[in-house]
Every structure is written in structure tokens, then in C-alpha cells.
């Protein structure tokens, strides 16, 4: 049971180059989720998804696209990648019932560089 | 607006010492609150939440509706400690659970 696994663990892009994070995860969860953390703001909602084909905005989507075509799988686009998505990107999962209700589980994170 | 503030970005304490990070938060229905905790280099990971009214490694938090504070305490800090802590707020909306980070408070247990 691996819980949420993210691929790749580091990235160095240039700008304008495009890629896409990778989130799996095995616990069956329902919902699942990607942040960027940033030093003194945070974690920050980029895009999450209630269920297989569906994606929904958070706080920051901008220059983000998502996709969930499979239940496990979540990944995350970047498309025309810019410095100011030089980050620490996460991936959490969470179920809708049982004793861990609504706890989210995260992944190791990605860390993307942009130059 | 639903938030959630860390007042504190760093926090430093003695070992031994007693701990308290402060988490305030804005939210106009029940509100449900967890501490997150990261360690060097490692994901996030949920310490408690305040529905399960539990301690973990002698970490208690209370929630407080009246001052809208659900603080972290350990009364004896110990050097493995030393870690980043979020304070997070759930938000339920449009059949979807969302957390809602503070910005996250740096301790650090010096020997």
C-alpha cells in the first residue's frame, strides 16, 4: 500500500516548456487534490476533483490544467510553464466516509523549477 | 471569507520547554480543524484533528469557538519536534471537501 505517489520528484523547465506531475494513489479515496506550498503562504488549492472526470478550480488555477480520467490517477498540466510557477507541488487524496473522513493524505511533492 | 492565520512564522523553544503555536481562524459555520506537521524534507502528515479529541506525541489542541483559536500545545518540547505545522480549516462546498492552510509556523527545538 503505497498511499500518494507523485512522478517525477524534480523538474527543470525553461520557459515556455510544458509538463505534466503525475498523482497516484491506492487508497480508493474519492476526492483528490493539488497544492502549491510556497515559503510564507502556505499551501495553496490549484485544482481538485470530487470523482472520476471531474475537476474543479481552487485558489490558484491559473496556468494550471488538471484531468482525472482515472479514480487512482490526478495529474496536473503546465503548458507554457512561467518562473512564477517555481514551487513545491503536492498531490493529496481523501475519502468521503469512514474513521479518516476528509483527512487528506499527501504526497512526497514535486519540485519544479523554472528557469 | 473563510481563513486561517498563523501569526507566528517562526517559533523557536528550548528543550523541555513548553510549546503553544497559535492558529486563529474565520469561518461562519461548524468548522471543522486539523494540524497538519512536515518534517525535513518528508510530505505532510496529519497530526490531529479536533474532532478526535486525541494527543499525539503529546500534542493537544482545543478548539475554541469563542476566540475562533484551535492552538497546538506540548507541554515539554522534545528536539524531533522541529518541523513546519499548518493549521487547516475544511471547507464543504458544491459536494466537495477543500482545506484551507494557514500559512504555517517553523519551529524549531533548540537542545
Known amino acids: 500500500n503505497a498511499g500518494v505517489t507523485q512522478t517525477p520528484k524534480f523538474r527543470v523547465l525553461k520557459t515556455g516548456q510544458s509538463m505534466t506531475l503525475l498523482c497516484a494513489q491506492d487508497m480508493n479515496h474519492e476526492y483528490m487534490y493539488w497544492y502549491r506550498q510556497d515559503p510564507g503562504m502556505g499551501l495553496r488549492l490549484i485544482h481538485y476533483s470530487v470523482g472520476e472526470g471531474t475537476t474543479a478550480k481552487g485558489e490558484v488555477p491559473d496556468g494550471y490544467n488538471v484531468s482525472r480520467l482515472k479514480k487512482q490517477n490526478f495529474l496536473l498540466g503546465l503548458e507554457s510553464a512561467a518562473p512564477s510557477q517555481t514551487s513545491v507541488y503536492f498531490c493529496a487524496s481523501s475519502s468521503d466516509s469512514g474513521r479518516n473522513r476528509y483527512t487528506q493524505y499527501f504526497g512526497p511533492g514535486t519540485r519544479l523549477t523554472v528557469l | 471569507a473563510q481563513r486561517v492565520t498563523q501569526p507566528e512564522k517562526l517559533l523557536s523553544v528550548f528543550k523541555g520547554a513548553p510549546v503553544e503555536l497559535k492558529c486563529n481562524y474565520s469561518?461562519?459555520?461548524?468548522?471543522?480543524l486539523f494540524w497538519y506537521v512536515q518534517y525535513s524534507r518528508q510530505r505532510l502528515q496529519l497530526l490531529l484533528r479536533?474532532?478526535s479529541r486525541e494527543s499525539i506525541k503529546g500534542f493537544t489542541a482545543d478548539l475554541n469557538k469563542g476566540e475562533t483559536s484551535f492552538h497546538l500545545k506540548k507541554p515539554f518540547a522534545q528536539e524531533e519536534d522541529s518541523a513546519m505545522y499548518y493549521c487547516?480549516?475544511?471547507?464543504?462546498?458544491?459536494?466537495?471537501?477543500?482545506?484551507?492552510f494557514g500559512q504555517g509556523t517553523r519551529l524549531t527545538i533548540n537542545p
Open positions: 487547516a480549516l475544511t471547507l464543504r462546498t458544491q459536494g466537495a471537501q477543500k482545506l484551507v
Open positions: 479536533h474532532i
Open positions: 469561518y461562519s459555520g461548524s468548522p471543522e
